[in-house]
């Protein structure tokens, strides 16, 4: 995994922990001592932090370290829809029409 995605994945399973927790970004910033522009970065993989950040993170959410590091289901989903892109990009329109087919068939 290369550094931005890890950046990304990172900071969306904040957000998602802090907005579990019932917390907006100032709040969250508040009980760090951060700015809350700097969660902002975090959480959209735009800036990382420190590791006595992380940690702080990780005590005001109520959470692990390693916590905060679990997004493998996020990155099973990401392979498994590249994997769904390279099929479809060597389909031809028979079979994007039937795929389609099948796709609304299991959502609608």
């Known amino acids: 995994m290369d550094d931005t995605k890890l950046k990304q994945y990172f900071g969306a399973r904040i ?11 100032e709040q969250l910033a508040e009980l760090v001592n951060m700015e809350s522009r700097h969660i902002s970065r975090i959480e959209t993989g735009k800036s990382f932090t420190t590791l006595e950040n992380i940690s ?7 959470v692990s370290i390693d916590s905060l590091f679990s997004f493998q ?3 099973e989903r990401e392979n498994l829809k590249e994997e769904i892109k ?7 329109k028979n079979k994007l029409e039937l ?4 796709l609304k068939a299991v959502f609608d």
């Not at 957000?15 to 970004?25: A, P």
């Not at 390279?86 to 031809?92: C, E, R």
């Open 15 to 25: 957000k998602e922990i802090r907005e579990s927790r019932g917390l907006n970004q």
């Open 73 to 75: 289901h996020k990155v």
């Open 99 to 102: 795929i389609l087919k099948l």
């Open 56 to 62: 702080k993170i990780a005590i005001a959410l109520g």
């Open 86 to 92: 390279k099929y479809l990009n060597h389909a031809d």
